[in-house]
């Protein structure tokens, strides 16, 4: 019961997502690559970048703990060389295509210079 009710109370203290600068936008949600916030969620200004570059910052996520900043890291370390490694393999898909195309050509041309013979 206690946890339901702070998990509500947790949501009133929340600011609302309203930026404050004179063209406002609805701010959009960035993932932190920071050492102390490793995959950390929050929302910021969409104009942060343009003219007076607005200041309006909210967490999404809780402080991540000590573990999740060494897993998150190796995890996206992990995936990053996935990542390489399917575009590795498909570029040696696409060279393999073009070889079996190229050898059925060319045995298309062998073949028909034999019927050429033959006859």
Same mark, same amino acid.
């Given at each position: 019961?206690?946890?339901? %009710?702070?998990?509500?109370? #947790? *949501?009133? !203290? =929340?600011?609302? $997502?309203?930026?404050?600068?004179?063209?406002?936008? &609805?701010?959009?949600?960035?993932? %932190?690559?920071?050492?102390? #916030? *490793?995959? !950390? =969620?929050?929302? $910021?200004?969409?104009?942060?970048?343009?003219?007076? &570059?607005?200041?309006?910052?909210?967490?999404?996520?809780?402080?991540?703990?000590? !573990?999740?900043?060494?897993?998150?890291?190796?995890?996206?370390?992990?995936?990053?060389?996935?990542?390489?490694?399917?575009?590795?393999?498909?570029?040696?898909?696409?060279?393999?295509?073009?070889?079996?195309?190229?050898?059925?050509?060319?045995?298309?041309?062998?073949?028909?210079?034999?019927?050429?013979?033959?006859?």
């Amino acid at each position: 019961m206690e946890a339901s %009710s702070s998990s509500s109370a #947790n *949501l009133k !203290r =929340r600011p609302s $997502r309203t930026c404050y600068c004179p063209n406002p936008g &609805k701010p959009v949600l960035v993932v %932190s690559w920071t050492g102390n #916030n *490793l995959g !950390r =969620r929050f929302y $910021r200004c969409p104009n942060y970048w343009v003219g007076q &570059k607005c200041k309006y910052f909210q967490w999404v996520d809780d402080e991540i703990c000590a !573990r999740g900043k060494v897993f998150i890291p190796e995890q996206r370390h992990t995936i990053l060389r996935l990542q390489v490694e399917v575009s590795t393999c498909k570029n040696r898909e696409k060279c393999l295509a073009m070889s079996l195309i190229l050898a059925l050509v060319m045995c298309g041309i062998c073949f028909c210079v034999i019927l050429v013979l033959v006859v």
